[in-house]
């Protein structure tokens, strides 16, 4: 590993500790040249399945973007950190699982909405209408309802 401040690469690990969650490892580490200390982190690589959007256009899954849609919709609301993250990786999860090259942009979205059900009503609500483009209020109505049972 080489050195961020002198450019070495005659570095040793002085401290590893798997984080909380087991899903990476943290290094700190000591530069021989200039005796500084950084820290790295250890995570797997994986590849997800590219995302193809309605157009047909194919793009690469962000992890980030799925997020921010989520907290769009969760804005507000009495949810935590800790269950979106854990919300968020439910559906990689499920993505990884399904084992296919491409997945509709379409899947993505009934996998957030399920989350977003269990997470808090009214965020799945915001979500489904925007997702589903609701023409009138009888569909929002007929969502609501939907809810309520």
Not at 62 to 73: F, V
Not at 113 to 122: A, I, S, T, W
Request: glycine share 4%; hydrophobic share 35%.
């Amino acid at each position: 590993m080489k050195c961020p401040f002198c450019g070495s690469t005659d570095t040793q690990v002085v401290e590893t500790r798997v984080a909380e969650d087991g899903d990476f490892i943290r290094r700190r580490r000591q530069c021989a040249g200039c005796e500084k200390r950084f820290t790295t982190y250890e995570r797997p690589d994986v590849t997800f399945p590219a995302i193809v959007k309605k157009d047909g256009r194919r793009i690469d899954f962000e992890r980030d973007k799925l997020r921010a849609s989520m907290n769009l919709a969760l804005r507000k609301r009495p949810v935590s950190t800790e269950q979106i993250d854990g919300a968020v990786e439910r559906i990689e999860e499920k993505l990884l699982n399904l084992g296919a090259r491409e997945v509709p942009s379409s899947r993505i979205g009934e996998l957030v909405m399920r989350e977003l059900k269990k997470l808090d009503k009214v965020a799945y609500v915001r979500f489904a209408s925007v997702y589903r483009s609701f023409e009138d209020i009888d569909d929002f109505k007929t969502l609501v309802d939907e809810v309520r049972r």
